[in-house]
């Protein structure tokens, strides 16, 4: 059996930079949203050639580094579809799933101009920690435009399994040390971390089996090849609805309102276990300020809208917006703790 890690560590290093995060995100939202509008009608006066041009005068390319069918293509794809309408101009939605977040290779080529964005999400905070290598340096290589939003990820079963909760799951898999296995959408994403911080905790065993995308992972589990997920809830829903998958427990503190019967992992005997992927929007260093705030503003918008706020909500998501600076801060500290917990898990970097 794995023994566990050092749970007050691994607990402080969850409880850093926990202060000012998403607890303080929804009393600041409308202020920094209003404020991301106004700063459009203070753009600086230069720019290069092709930012002094009507912006968009063409199509744009919205990048995203995962499979088709996970929460942030999702998300992306919701988003498209409401600026499209807001600013007259096709998004076209390019999935670019692989390790460490192939997508930002992409990104990190494209011409900076504005027409290429991409979503980044939870991984560009955790993949310094992950990786002893990167293509790219996310603080040198891209302008982070606005955060999205947050969510909770959903511990799920295959429902041949014989538990119905997760001291049920605990108890079994210690009963079988490393004959179960967990799927994740790839290293340092919050699938992975959300079961090594799982194992940390319990000490339990579990084989790690790592997928390019939550769709495949989805999949395997329902067909038995694998025995557990903790992924984010939009693409569980319907599933755990549905009855082919069982839900356990959500990582979030507070239990989610689209989940409403299910405890969090901190009710169900782990206490101070959290974990709430984020998403948000960047372009490449070097796209003009005034489009910067363009995007951010148009962004900000959309978040609001009917359509995107009822879409969020149905998924289990949380509203974030802001300024740019705001997304840059959130994504420095976020990267600060994840690197701790990583450390503090004893995962080793590749």
């Known amino acids: 059996m794995r023994n566990p890690v050092d ?12 202060q000012g995060d998403l607890g303080h995100v929804h009393t600041r939202r409308m202020v920094t949203v209003f404020a991301a509008l106004l700063a459009v009608w203070a753009l600086p006066g230069s720019a290069p050639a092709y930012a002094q041009q009507a912006y968009p005068s063409k199509p744009l390319r919205l990048v995203v580094s995962s499979a088709p069918g996970g929460s942030p293509d999702i998300s992306a794809r919701s988003l498209a579809s409401q600026l499209a309408l807001q600013m007259g101009q096709q998004f076209v939605v390019e999935n ?9 290779d992409v990104l990190l080529r494209a ?8 979503y980044i999400s939870f991984l560009v905070a955790t993949n310094p920690a992950m990786y002893l290598k990167l293509p790219y340096d996310f603080a040198r290589d891209f302008k982070p435009v606005i955060m999205s ?5 959903v511990l799920v079963i295959n429902p041949t399994l014989p538990v119905r909760s997760v001291k049920e799951f605990i108890d079994h898999a210690s009963s079988n040390s490393g004959k179960l296995s967990y799927g994740s959408s790839g290293l340092g994403a919050s699938p992975h971390l959300a079961m090594e911080m799982f194992v940390a ?6 084989v790690h089996v790592a997928y390019k995308g939550t769709q495949q992972a989805i999949t395997d589990l329902i067909g038995g090849q694998i025995h557990i997920l903790c992924d984010t809830i939009a693409p569980l829903l319907p599933i755990i609805k549905s009855g082919r998958l069982r839900g356990l427990g959500v990582t979030s503190l507070k239990r989610s309102l689209v989940l409403p019967d ?8 782990l206490p101070g276990f959290e974990i709430a992927p984020w998403g948000g929007y960047a372009v490449p260093t070097g796209v003009p300020r005034n489009i910067v705030l ?6 900000n918008k959309a978040l609001v809208s009917p359509e995107l706020s009822k879409s969020m909500a149905e998924r289990g998501g949380i509203l974030i917006g802001g300024t740019p600076e705001f997304a840059a801060d959130f994504i420095r500290r976020e990267t600060e703790k994840w690197g701790k917990v990583i450390k503090a898990a004893g995962i080793k970097p590749q």
């Open 7 to 18: 749970t007050n560590r691994f607990h402080e290093s969850l409880e850093h930079g926990r």
């Open 96 to 104: 670019r799933p692989g390790a460490s977040g192939i997508g930002n």
């Open 111 to 118: 011409t900076p101009d504005g027409y290429t964005f991409g």
């Open 149 to 153: 939003g947050s969510t909770s990820n």
């Open 201 to 206: 905790m319990t000490g339990t065993s579990l």
């Open 262 to 269: 299910l405890p969090t992992l901190d009710e169900a005997g």
């Open 294 to 299: 363009r995007l951010n503003a148009e962004i």
